[in-house]
Nanobody
Framework: QVQLVESGGGLVQPGGSLRLSCAAS????????MGWYRQAPGKQRELVAR???????IYADSVKDRFTISRDNAKNTVYLQMNRLKPEDTAVYYC????????WGRGTQVTVSS
């Protein structure tokens, strides 16, 4: 059974930082493409960042130079370090694994507000 469990969300002031984690089980993590997506109220889910098995990364333009995706294959975990957060980053953040097919976590809420 595949499980992707996100953690690390919460309420943070503008300009602050958060680190999201996603612990994966039931997949061959080291060969999976891992990603973070987000969905704000009334908007479609969008790609935030993605990292391949070889460590190549892509980012949405809106988060470049502020967010960093990384992975630890020994821990079957992918991370999203989010710095200089803005109110428009407020959303539910979802972990995604592309292995035999797409798998999704349940999401973690990130709220950026003063």
């Amino acid at each position: 059974q595949v499980q992707l469990v996100e953690s690390g969300g919460g309420l943070v002031q503008p300009g602050g930082s958060l680190r999201l984690s996603c612990a994966a089980s039931g997949i061959l993590f080291s060969t999976s493409v891992m990603g973070w997506y987000r969905q704000a109220p009334g908007k479609q889910r969008e790609l935030v960042a993605r990292i391949t098995s070889g460590g190549s990364t892509i980012y949405a333009d809106s988060v470049k130079d502020r967010f960093t995706i990384s992975r630890d294959n020994a821990k079957n975990t992918v991370y999203l370090q989010m710095n200089r957060l803005k109110p428009e980053d407020t959303a539910v953040y979802y972990c995604n694994a592309l292995w035999t097919r797409n798998y999704w976590g349940r999401g973690t809420q990130v709220t950026v507000s003063s």
